[in-house]
């Protein structure tokens, strides 16, 4: 089993930069590899979106509403990967969930971590 562990949210006021941080562990030498990895958001009342993917070896794909002030990023070697936020709006308030797409001994499943609180506000 693939745990996500997510850090990094918080409360901050428009303009402002956040950094969230993924990481995949699992009983030693369970992953075999980490295809791809992102980050996916839910305002209330609405449905939960991706924001920002990364493939192993690919190139980042980000929803157009952050696009130029969200950068992801993956330590493909400790199994990270990180969000930094920049210029932040009221409207990226919501829960951010770290999603990833892991091989272990059960084959390719999809995890999805806890979920960490970013907040827009003055």
């Known amino acids: 089993q693939v745990q996500l562990v997510e850090s990094g949210g918080g409360l901050v006021q428009p303009g402002g930069s956040l950094k969230l941080s993924c990481a995949a562990t699992a009983a030693t030498g369970s992953i075999f590899s980490i295809p791809a990895m992102g980050w996916y958001r839910q305002a209330p009342g609405k449905q939960r979106e991706l924001v920002a993917a990364?493939?192993?070896?690919?190139?980042?794909n980000y929803a157009d509403s952050i696009k130029s002030r969200f950068t992801i990023s993956r330590d493909n070697a400790k199994n990270t990967v990180s969000l930094q936020m920049n210029n932040l709006k009221p409207e990226d308030t919501a829960v951010y969930y770290c999603?990833?797409?892991?091989?272990?001994?059960?084959?390719?499943?999809?995890?999805w971590g806890q979920g960490t609180q970013v907040t827009v506000s003055s």
């Open positions: 999603n990833a797409a892991a091989r272990t001994l059960r084959g390719l499943g999809v995890y």
């Open positions: 990364l493939t192993t070896g690919g190139s980042p």
